[in-house]
């Protein structure tokens, strides 16, 4: 078996719906060669080297459909193509990327394959499908195979390339309602919806989050004084620029004081209930490394607390908890951190983790537990008495969940604090003794108000149950009745297809709407022509679904364009299939005959909404047999009324549009409307053309009279007769 390889001929990446699944995949084709007279029960060791490698195959339906069903398969006898979609799967789950979907095919050449997963973030995807490869070559050739590394490696991938959890608990919460989303940049700039109708995060900013309320948060004296002048309890303080006046402005206050950056977040720099001279000066040197401008302020006493303002609403809150450890007489301070704190699996340097390891590193950030330790008389290398209990960290520990506890009138400041800053969403920081009373009661205030705050302490709380922030924060930008979602309308098929989408966007563009097309002939905004190479294809069609202006887009998807990339766009108001040419094929993607192209074009109507139409070409008997395959409803188009599938489908009370006398007839069951010479002098178009893209407009609601008008007035370029 030494001699035996498995070769990765090329790979592709589908990032939207595609011949397989409805989300993005990764396709690889794979080569198995003389591999393919050597199914895995032929192997001798095989099943049991792959299982002790990988037990959770276990978890595996498979095509069995049954706990084990997969392991039943490796028994039985099956390929390494089909091993490999497993692998690759499991090797996924095994680095946290979730994925349950996976194929794998034969292709019209013997030992190549196409094996097909499930892919959520690309990178992850390629490097997990050559581990597969390697580790299923391992198994064969009973070599060792390090899967603990691999793992590893993919997991780090991972960490590299997803969003955070701030971002992703959005864009989750966007997939629940079906909104759909569009990563910007490799960081956690997203857009949620198509065209017009978007909306734009960033983290937990949205685009309503101004400028100038950023800038506000982030300076502190001026967020406390505008918060003071509208009655919100704050604690009163001053700007220092010096030890020596730090000092003295904690002796004017009174003691105890904190002292914090003035532009300073996350907790950076920030030291509280500080008693004395000494205390006071190391604070300010802590601050002044975090910012220029340095706050003396009234300590106030009792618990630190976030409350997540939402469209000025309190969504979540929690409550800060102090890090202590209790000593055994034996060990020292650094030890009892590592043993009793951060050794919990809460804690940890990843976005993932709900708390933050405690440092103890004689560097900037660890200096906050150094101080705090040295008040108590302790360094990292003392060893305290049995039993004592030794405060470590005051701030930065937010973690249990107290949001049913909120006091109405707490709730109502934190929001009201919100919007004398600005923000839209709010991470208001207040310290209070009991958050079920009201401030007033007993002192509390409001320390800070946070722009794009850290949503991780809501997901994961420590302790309570977690919130559904992120669809809070979709809800706040999404009405109840609104996707996200501008029509679009998508074209394939053998030949016309550029005709028809040129056409389509002609109509679309009389009736008043800003339309986006992306087609052959390149793309166009609002007929303007600003790209002149071809554009059915997956940046061309992302171009238009991230324009603002556009209100309706239009693309044209040719079927190398389905094949290699999937397409730009998750569902569709209108689908159109103009036709599939029965000598039809692409041996380049192993497609060799008209009827795999039919599964191609079936992609098309896959994807149609349902509240959306399939239009589909009743003279073509593979393009009629699609109907049966849309969740919407189906306008056919034909030649002659006579077609069965308009006859049949006039007769249930559908729609249909054909030529009679050489006249257009729009017909709803046993209603219709002529079009009278609407295809006269039009000898420049097919008529198929003409008729595809009247359906696909009366989808729409583009009214007989105005299809008239355009049809009469369309000009076409010769590459669009052609296509």
């Known amino acids: 078996m030494n001699n035996k390889s498995i070769e990765i001929i090329d790979v592709l990446s589908l990032r939207g719906p595609n011949i397989w699944t409805y989300r993005p995949v990764l396709e690889a084709w794979v080569d198995i060669g003389d591999l393919e007279d050597f199914p895995s029960n032929t192997i001798p060791g095989f099943y049991e080297r792959l299982t002790a490698w990988l037990p959770s195959l276990v978890d595996h339906h498979c095509g069995v459909g049954v706990h084990g069903g997969f392991l039943m398969r490796l028994r039985e006898g099956t390929w390494p193509g089909h091993i490999m979609e497993h692998v690759m799967i499991e090797l996924q789950n095994l680095a946290g990327m979730q994925s349950g979907f996976g194929k794998a095919r034969e292709t019209g050449k013997r030992g190549v394959y196409k094996v097909v997963v499930r892919s959520r973030h690309e990178e992850v995807s390629r490097a997990a499908l050559y581990a597969a490869r390697d ?82 948060s982030r300076d502190k004296e001026l967020t406390k004084t505008l918060l003071q002048s509208c009655g919100v309890p704050v604690p009163e303080g001053s700007i220092v620029d010096s030890a020596n006046a730090a000092w003295n402005a904690a002796e004017n206050i009174g003691l105890p004081v904190v002292v914090k950056p003035l532009d300073g977040n996350h907790g950076r720099g920030v030291s509280i209930n500080l008693n004395t001279e000494a205390e006071v000066r190391a604070a300010f040197e802590l601050a002044e490394q975090e910012s220029s401008d340095v706050i003396v302020e009234r300590f106030v006493r009792g618990d630190e607390h976030r409350l997540l303002v ?40 990843s976005e993932e983790h709900p708390l933050n390891l405690v440092l103890t590193d004689p560097d900037d950030d660890s200096r906050p537990v150094l101080l705090q330790l040295a008040r108590q008389g302790f360094t990292t290398e003392s060893v ?100 996200g979602r501008i029509p679009i309308v998508g074209v394939t098929g053998s030949h016309g297809t550029t005709a028809v989408s040129r056409l389509i966007a002609w109509l679309l563009h009389l009736q008043g709407t800003y339309v986006g097309l992306a087609c052959k002939d390149g793309l166009f905004l609002r007929q303007r022509h600003v790209l002149k190479k071809s554009g059915d294809n997956w940046d061309a069609s992302r171009q238009i679904l991230i324009n603002r202006m556009v209100e309706t887009a239009v693309f044209e998807n040719s079927s190398k364009a389905i094949l290699s990339e999937g397409l730009a766009y998750d569902w569709c108001q209108v689908g159109v299939v103009t036709n599939i040419d029965s000598a039809d094929s692409l041996p380049d993607f192993y497609i060799d005959d008209a009827d795999q192209m039919s599964r191609v074009a079936r992609t098309q109507v896959d994807v149609v909404l349902p509240t959306g139409v399939a239009v589909l070409n009743a003279d073509d008997a593979r393009v009629a047999e699609l109907a049966s395959l849309c969740d919407g ?4 188009f034909a030649t002659s009324a006579n077609a ?19 006249q257009i007839v729009l017909a709803s069951g046993k209603e219709e409307i002529l079009m009278v010479n609407a295809a006269q002098d039009r000898s420049t178009l097919d008529v198929e053309t003409v008729l595809a893209a009247i359906a696909a407009a009366w989808a729409l609601g583009v009214s007989p009279d105005l299809m008239r008008v355009g049809i009469e007035s369309f000009e076409p370029t010769d590459a669009a007769i052609a296509a």
């Open 135 to 216: 580790l299923v070559m391992a198994a064969i050739q009973d070599k060792p195979y390090d899967v603990k590394s691999t793992v590893d490696n993919l997991r780090n991938i991972l960490e590299s390339v997803a969003l955070g959890p701030s971002t992703g608990c959005i864009v989750e919460a966007a997939t629940d309602r079906r909104i759909p989303s569009m990563r910007l940049n490799e960081g956690n700039l997203v857009q949620l919806g198509y065209g017009i109708k978007q909306r734009r995060i960033w983290t937990a900013e949205t685009d309503q989050t101004s400028a100038i309320a950023e800038t506000i």
């Open 384 to 483: 305290p008495k049995n039993d004592e209990r030794v405060l470590v960290q005051r701030n930065g520990n937010v973690s249990c969940d107290v949001t049913d506890l909120v006091h109405p009138s707490v709730a109502a400041i934190a929001s009201l604090a919100a919007r004398i800053v600005g923000l839209d969403i709010a991470g208001v920081d207040l310290v209070v003794e009991d958050i079920s009373k009201p401030l007033n009661e007993q002192g509390g205030a409001i320390v800070e108000v946070n722009a794009g705050p850290g949503l991780l302490m809501h997901l994961k709380p420590a302790d309570g149950p977690a919130r559904p922030v992120g669809r809070a924060i979709v809800d706040h930008l999404f009405a109840e009745d609104e996707s």
């Open 633 to 636: 409803s189906v306008i056919f």
């Open 644 to 662: 069965a599938a308009i006859v049949t489908h006039l007769e249930e009370g559908q729609r249909a549009v054909f030529l009679r006398d050489d």
């Open 310 to 349: 939402v469209g000025g609403k309190l969504v979540a809150a929690a409550r800060g908890e102090e890090a202590w450890i209790t000593c055994d007489g034996v060990s020292t301070v650094m030890q009892l951190i590592e043993s009793q704190l951060n050794s919990d699996p809460r804690r940890g340097s």
